[in-house]
């Protein structure tokens, strides 16, 4: 009898403990958690480089052509003698050039003068100019050329100014087509009977 007791006594207390106890508390909340950042991505591969372009070629050289021969026709007109007697010197003189050709407005031919050892020779150039010009655009000019450009008449008279400094020996006067490639082949010269050489004009 007294283990039925017993066992009642304690059916009785685990009931009593299971009506009594509540609801159990809630948990906290997690705390949220921190995602680690993604690493880099890679960097891109570097383009191909393109290569340079061949240089051209250097195009040819131009030529230039001297002037064929002008046909020019010099005459000494002055009739009297070199009147400078010293050895290189010639004084002042006319001429006339006869056929000078018309040339265009960008031609680069002119007429250059010379002096001369012999008929149509080149020793130096006739470098003191003129001081006299008819047919031309120009009253004067100074140095050892002329230019056919200028032209206004058909025959040109000059007065060829004093050349004291004339190579030894000098005794003509000549005048050739040229430009940057050169002298025409044929010029055309006229004797200046330097006195300073024993070269008088006939009378």
């Known amino acids: ?16 403990l299971a009506a009594c106890g509540g609801d159990g ?8 958690g921190t995602g680690t950042t993604g690493a880099t991505g890679a960097t891109g591969t570097t383009g191909d480089t393109r290569t340079t372009g061949d240089t051209g070629a250097t195009g040819a050289d131009g030529t230039i052509a001297v002037p064929s021969a002008d046909g020019l026709t ?5 009739t009297t003698d070199d009147t400078d007697l010293t050895l290189t010197s010639i004084a002042a003189f006319d ?16 007429l250059y003068v010379y002096e001369g050892l012999a008929d149509k020779g080149k020793s130096a150039p006739w470098d003191t100019g003129f001081s006299s010009i008819n047919g031309l655009r120009v009253a004067t000019a100074s140095g050892d050329s002329l230019d ?10 000059l007065t060829v100014t004093q050349n004291t400094a004339t190579v030894h020996g000098t005794n003509y006067l000549t005048i050739c087509a040229g430009n940057e490639a050169g002298d025409a082949t044929v010029c055309d010269s006229v004797l ?3 006195r300073g050489i024993g070269n008088e004009l006939e009378t």
């Open 1 to 16: 009898m007294r283990k039925i007791l017993l066992g009642i006594s304690v059916l009785a207390s685990l009931a009593f």
């Open 25 to 32: 508390s809630s948990g906290s909340s997690g705390s949220d």
């Open 74 to 78: 010099i005459t000494k007109t002055s």
């Open 95 to 110: 001429i006339k050039i006869v056929d000078m050709d018309n040339r265009t407005v960008d031609s680069r031919e002119r």
């Open 148 to 157: 056919p450009r200028l032209k206004t008449a058909d025959n040109i008279t």
């Open 192 to 194: 200046v009977n330097n």
